[in-house]
């Protein structure tokens, strides 16, 4: 055997750069992953499976699937996109920004709307961002100089289980020697989760109420009268929270989907944003997203060079537009306005609501995925390829938008594609249809 060191964690969006992964002599399987957390491990065993399909396949009339080649699937995927009006191109998220910028050339000429999980997560974020701005910073930055830690609406304790010791509350870093003990963490949570359990101070803010209570915050800071009671939180706790973020020498909010898809979406985060900024008159004080796929990031980063905007892009007017709410994927499935649906890298079947998903169910549809998922269930047509950060390497970006360069670990199994490959033969054949 031998051991591949410094590889990076195609799982979440913490990026983890540090695992030791043991392959055998020829490269060709995985012994063992260290340094890794349980779900990280997991993706790189995952590639190892002995049921892994490994040849793309077709649904027949009667529901069973029938493999094909990925010439008849390339084949399949450019008729498609091209006879469609207006194709769906959804989910880019667990996938290099290599076949992410082949993606949106392809559905530049096919006149699709490029969609990624953001419209299901962060999406409220980045709005809030476009519209006031963003006061941030790297993970390194946190690791060596911040003193509070915030986690807002987040559970890393279960959604990024490395990144509170790698970079949030246990690291020693070049300012923070003290490891955690130098450190005090609030959590605002509604759910006393296992990060909540972690904290100096828990607020246990009433369900939906993030926006009162990061207002309340902003009183507090300026030592103004609160009301006794703000979004189920005891006007104390809100001041000795405001007094603890106030005292430190480098405060950092962390938040995630409790903020962003719950009552005030995007408002929250513009708040959450004016939280930080009025926080930088008393110390230094930065705002970061928890980003879930290891690649959000970096499919927003592409289409932002492309197109000039980070998701929901509408290119179906031969230029792009951008406007969630009407070009975000649920929205145009529930509307009837797209009438065939590209998934590479996400699995929508399992994340959106039933009625989206009957609709992809409905319409001419390819799955592209290294797993068989709730998604390939629904699509007709399923690509396997290779993973990407295992069997082919590639650029992702962590969550506070590093570029990382993803190892290649071990070979894909023989006569496999991966996904900026397979999507380089459809490029050719939908230009070949097209003409151009
Ligand atoms: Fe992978 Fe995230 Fe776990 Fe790090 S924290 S090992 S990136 S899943």
New binding site residues.
């Given amino acids: 055997t031998k051991t591949v060191t410094d590889v ?9 750069d540090d ?1 030791e992964v043991v392959v055998s002599d020829d490269g060709k399987k995985i012994h063992e992953v260290y ?7 997991e ?1 790189f065993l995952h590639s190892q499976a002995k049921d892994r399909i490994t040849r793309p396949r077709m649904r027949q009339e009667d529901g069973s699937w029938k493999e094909i080649s990925y010439e008849e699937a390339a084949e399949y995927t450019a008729r498609m996109l091209t006879d469609a009006k207006k194709p769906l191109m959804y989910g880019w998220s667990s996938t290099n920004c290599e076949a992410q910028s082949i993606g949106s050339e392809i559905g530049e000429l096919v006149g699709a709307v490029m969609d990624n999980t953001a419209t299901v997560c962060h999406g409220t974020s980045l709005i809030a961002v476009q519209d006031i701005g963003i006061p941030s910073c790297t993970l390194g930055e946190v690791k060596n100089r911040a003193d509070r830690i915030l986690f807002w609406g987040c559970n ?1 304790a279960h959604a ?4 509170m010791s ?1 970079y949030s509350i246990f690291p020693r870093g070049f300012f923070t020697g003290k490891g955690h003990t130098g450190r005090k963490v609030i959590v605002i949570d509604p759910r006393p989760t296992d990060t909540a359990r972690m904290a100096d101070v828990h607020l246990q803010v009433e369900q939906g109420r993030d926006y009162e209570l990061l207002n309340a915050l902003r009183v507090a800071f300026k030592g103004k009268q609160l009301p006794d009671v703000v979004a189920g939180i005891p006007k104390e706790q809100i001041y000795e929270a405001a007094e603890m973020l106030k005292s430190g020498r480098f405060a950092i909010i962390f938040f995630g989907m409790g903020v962003t898809q719950s009552l005030g979406k995007n408002h929250n985060i513009d708040e959450a944003i004016a939280v930080t900024r009025d926080l930088n008159e008393y110390t230094k004080a930065a705002i970061m997203p928890m980003r879930g796929h ?1 690649n959000v990031t970096g499919s927003g980063q592409v289409w932002g060079w492309q197109f000039g905007f980070p998701f929901a892009v509408d290119l179906s007017r031969g230029y792009a537009r951008y406007n969630p709410g009407e070009t975000t994927s649920n929205d145009l499935l529930r509307r009837d306005e797209v009438d065939a649906v590209f998934v590479l890298g996400s699995d929508p079947g399992a994340h959106f609501p039933f009625s989206s998903v009957k609709k992809i169910y409905d319409r001419p549809s390819v799955a592209i995925d290294p797993h068989e998922t709730p998604t390939t269930e629904v699509c007709k047509v399923h690509v396997p390829v290779a993973f990407v950060g295992v069997e082919v390497g590639g650029c992702a970006y962590r969550m506070d938008n590093v570029p990382i360069e993803t190892r290649k670990v071990i070979e894909p199994p023989e006569g496999m594609m991966t996904d900026e490959e397979f999507l380089k033969r459809v490029l050719a054949r939908v230009k070949e249809i097209q003409g151009v």
Avoid: Q, V
């Fill in positions: 990076i964690c195609p799982f979440c969006g913490t990026l983890c695992l340094n890794a957390c349980a779900i990280g491990a993706k890393p990024h289980p490395r990144h790698r290891y």
